[in-house]
Structure formats: structure tokens, C-alpha cells
């Protein structure tokens, strides 16, 4: 398992340096964090425009060379030489190349899967990290934006301050940008939008909500098999940059054979199949025998998707459907550390590392929100003080 990632633990106690508040029991550190500026600067759009990269600015990226392990080889560069330009992107890209084989996956999830979750996977050991779901649509609305002040690449919702995706030159080898479409063509603008700039576009073939659906995206998708080819040959046709795709299991495991068949036709390089039907809900089991059908009828490498709760289940799943790679969702978005061979960290301590970096990341709060929601509600309860807390707060200093 190729779990020994350069960054898999780049800072093994990433709060060694900050204080302990006795009043609250939270690091003093993260109220730091909080006590930063409201940030008008993290504003993408006016970043740009209104602020050198001095000042605030260089404080924020003192903190950001702490929080991020990859910028310590780049001490001293600064941030205008770490800029990404789409140009140097694609000359540096060798995304066509991109190893599917013996990977730790982290699987999209909508309202988790933004910067500093998958910078926090990486960190734990995860090879590449799926962002959130993006419809076409919205990415269209976008402009790309260099954002000076965090060194990211952001896409900004025209004529608003709306960050839709947010990346770094340290997660362009491994970070996928998954979009939702239903059209070749507009799936295809919007991801030459976006490609120089990530690893990989994976479409969404998986999706059961009925927004999905009654949008012909996600798994409305899946009785489609024409369309299916057309977004995946259109984008692959037109893209130097690997694109993939995520399905769910057909109602017969011959059914999801073929369309998997079909699939590797388009020439996609990987396939990643989740192990629930359509009207399958995420506590029933996921079907593994059903993956290893379909890892048995084609050649390209199969990332398994379901139920992935420890690490010893990487081993796991991989022996049962003899699935080249593993891709995980809940089992990291209750604690990210799953990723690490050594074993998990306490979930509060990865809770407070995700809100270091959501602050230095100047992660959508209402995002971040979200994710805390679900690691308590897992482990703890949202009636207890801390969920109530999180349940109140508007900022991300809040938060902290
Ligand atoms: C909070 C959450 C958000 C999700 N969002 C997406 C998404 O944006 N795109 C997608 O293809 N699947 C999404 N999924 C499905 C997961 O990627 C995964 O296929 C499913 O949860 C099964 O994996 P698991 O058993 O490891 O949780 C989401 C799942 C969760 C729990």
C-alpha cells in the first residue's frame, strides 16, 4: 500500500508550539489563529487588486509556511514565485500520467472535501484527494483567480466574493476535481477551466440525490451509457489532463459489468465503483463481491469504494474484490488519520488540526461547519456544549 507519502507526516505534533488556555482547555494557538484580522484580505477577488504581499499578509503566510509542511522547501521563495500559472501548470503537468495503482484514495464529499480536508488527508497518507462534487454550471459562473495572499488557485463566482474551489501548487499531483454535468460540451468548458490546475477531472456517476437526478448528473448518469461516452471521450479527446469517473453498482452485478466495460472503451485510465445501488442507503453494507465482478472484467485499475472504516479494511477490500485501489469517505471524514499505517490520532486532535487549517486556509465556514458537525455527531453528540458551540457560530474565529 503506498501509504509512505511525502507528506504523510510532515509535522508529527503540529500543536507543539502553542499554549493551552486553562480557561477554556482549547490551544491558545488556535485562538491566536482566531485573533487574526477578519481577513478582508482572504477575499479572493480583492486580494488580487488591493494587497501586496507584505504587511498582514506576510504574517498570514509566516503562519500558512507553518501549517503547510510542502512550503518548508520552498522557504524564502515567496509567494509570487510559488504562482501557478496555467502555462507552467501544463509544462510541469504530467497528470496523463497519473498512477492509480496502490493508492489511498480520499473520496469526494460535498461540503467536506474543500482545500484544508485534503491537505489533511495528504498529510495522514492519502495518495490523491477528491474534491466536492462541482456542477458545471457553477464552475461556468467562475473566474480563476490567483490568490497572492494564500498562494491558492481560487474560482470565484463572477461578481462575488463566493470561493466555488480553492487550490494549491502542493496538491496539483494529487488532487481531483470532481464535477457533476449532463452534457459533453459544457462539461467540457468547465474543465478546461480548471485542468491545468488539479491532477485529474473525475465525473460523478454516483450521485443519488434528487437534485442530481432531476439534473440528468450523478446516477441518472448510469442508464445512460451513450451520454456517459460522449462526456468521456469529448473530455478525453480535449484534455491533457486525466479524467475518471465514479459509478454506482447497476440493479445486476451483469449490468454494472457492461457499463463498466463500456467505460474502459472511452479509454479512461481508472474506474472508481462505489458498492451501493442506487436505493441503497449508506448504513446497508456496501457490495463488495459486486466490485471484485467488475475489477475481474477489465484491465484498467478499479478504486473500491464502501465501507472503509480502519486501515487494516484497506488490506481488507482490496483482497475481497482484488481492486487495484481503495477509496475511502466516512471512514475519513470521521477521523482523516485513517490514511496513516501507525494508526489513528485522536479524533480531537485532528478536529483542531482541520480548524488550524480552515482558519489559514480561510475555509468557507459554513463548510467547515459541516465537517465538525459530522466528526461530533459521530464521536460525541450535538447536545453536548461543543456541538451546541459549533452549532452558534458565524466565523471561523468563532470556531476556533
Ligand atoms: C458527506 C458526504 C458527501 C458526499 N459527497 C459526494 C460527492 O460529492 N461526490 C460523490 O461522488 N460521492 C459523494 N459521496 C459518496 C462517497 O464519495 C462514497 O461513495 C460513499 O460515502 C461510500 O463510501 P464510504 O462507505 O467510505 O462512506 C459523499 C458521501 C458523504 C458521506
Not at 32 to 48: E, I, K, T, Y
Not at 70 to 95: L, N, T
Not at 108 to 132: H, Q, S
Not at 283 to 288: E, L
Request: proline share 5%; net charge positive; with cysteine.
Amino acid at each position: 500500500m503506498a501509504s509512505d507519502h511525502a507528506f504523510q507526516q510532515p509535522d508529527p505534533n503540529p500543536t507543539k508550539d502553542r499554549g493551552h488556555c486553562e480557561e477554556t482547555g482549547e490551544d491558545t494557538g488556535a485562538l491566536l489563529f482566531a485573533l487574526l484580522p477578519p481577513a478582508p484580505q482572504a477575499r479572493a477577488r480583492r486580494q488580487v487588486c488591493l494587497y501586496s504581499p507584505t504587511g498582514h499578509s506576510s504574517f498570514r503566510r509566516g503562519l500558512l509556511r507553518f501549517a503547510s509542511p510542502s512550503f518548508a522547501g520552498q522557504e524564502g521563495q515567496g509567494v509570487k514565485s510559488r504562482r501557478w500559472s496555467s502555462r507552467r501548470a501544463r509544462r510541469h503537468g504530467d497528470a496523463v500520467g497519473m498512477e492509480y495503482r496502490d493508492k489511498l484514495v480520499l473520496a469526494p464529499m460535498v461540503r467536506v472535501g474543500t482545500l484544508p480536508f485534503r491537505l489533511l488527508a495528504a498529510e495522514y497518507g492519502a495518495d490523491i484527494t477528491y474534491g466536492e462534487e462541482i456542477i458545471d454550471h457553477k464552475l461556468l459562473k467562475c473566474e480563476r483567480v490567483i490568490n497572492e495572499s494564500l498562494g491558492t488557485t481560487d474560482f470565484v463566482e463572477k461578481g462575488t466574493d463566493n470561493v466555488v474551489f480553492r487550490t494549491c501548487p502542493q496538491e496539483r499531483s494529487r488532487a481531483v476535481f470532481q464535477m457533476g454535468t449532463s452534457h459533453a460540451v459544457r462539461a467540457l468548458k468547465a474543465a478546461e477551466m480548471v485542468c491545468h490546475d488539479v491532477a485529474a477531472i473525475d465525473i460523478n456517476m454516483g450521485c443519488p440525490k434528487s437534485f442530481s437526478l432531476s439534473g440528468g448528473m450523478g446516477a441518472a448518469l448510469l442508464s445512460k451509457p451513450e451520454l456517459i461516452h460522449d462526456i468521456l471521450t469529448t473530455l478525453r479527446r480535449n484534455l491533457d489532463t486525466t479524467v475518471t469517473c465514479k459509478i454506482r453498482l447497476l440493479n445486476t452485478p451483469k449490468d454494472t459489468v457492461e457499463l463498466a466495460r463500456r467505460i474502459e472503451k472511452t479509454g479512461v485510465p481508472a474506474l472508481a465503483v462505489h458498492g451501493r445501488k442506487i436505493k441503497d442507503r449508506p448504513r446497508d453494507p456496501a457490495k463488495w463481491d459486486e466490485i471484485a465482478n467488475v475489477v475481474s472484467a477489465l484491465s484498467i485499475p478499479v478504486i473500491a469504494n464502501g465501507d472503509v472504516f480502519e486501515y487494516e479494511d484497506f488490506k481488507r477490500i482490496k483482497d475481497a474484490t482484488g481492486a487495484a485501489s481503495v477509496m475511502v469517505a466516512r471512514g475519513a471524514l470521521w477521523n482523516a488519520s485513517i490514511f496513516c499505517a501507525k494508526g489513528k490520532t485522536p479524533w480531537e486532535e485532528v478536529k483542531r488540526e482541520y480548524v488550524r487549517k480552515s482558519i489559514l486556509w480561510d475555509n468557507d465556514v459554513k463548510s467547515t461547519k459541516h465537517t465538525l458537525k459530522e466528526m461530533i455527531m459521530h464521536y460525541s453528540c450535538l447536545e453536548l456544549p461543543e456541538g451546541k458551540g459549533v452549532i452558534k457560530c458565524d466565523t471561523s474565529a468563532d470556531l476556533a
